[in-house]
């Protein structure tokens, strides 16, 4: 093992985090994914197929 990534290492292992503090982060890092998919052309293109009396309930901004 090299030696930048032995110190990597040990950083990485004195970073604690507790139960709740991790459940914060995904569910953070789970809505940064969720907006960033939405707001791209493959998710708009997506919610644009959702439909109610035949017409749709967005219309993408491209």
Known sequence: MKKDDLLKKSIRD???????????????MRRNMFYKWITSSEGQEHISNYKFNNEPLFIPNY
């Open 14 to 28: 004195k970073i604690l985090i507790n139960e709740n503090h991790l459940e914060k982060i995904l569910t953070m």
